[in-house]
């Protein structure tokens, strides 16, 4: 896998937690646990992402 695939991954990972959360925040008994667990994973993708487009501008 390229590392532009790579990262169009990552992007689709990072975009299928933002719409989880969007729903669990809909959602009256959000569990705040829940939410915390997928903002820390789609915290970890953006850096993930960010440390692989730094390394392909070298």
């Known amino acids: 896998m390229t590392v532009q695939a790579h990262i169009a991954s990552l992007e689709k ?3 299928a ?4 959360l969007q729903t669990i ?4 008994s ?3 646990r829940q939410i915390a667990d997928i903002k ?3 915290l970890r ?3 993930k ?3 692989l487009k730094a390394s392909t501008r070298h």
């Open 17 to 20: 937690l933002e719409e989880e």
């Open 25 to 28: 925040l809909a959602s009256p």
């Open 45 to 47: 993708i953006k850096d």
């Open 49 to 51: 992402m960010q440390r």
């Open 40 to 42: 820390r994973r789609k």
């Open 13 to 15: 990972k990072h975009g």
């Open 30 to 32: 959000s569990d705040d």
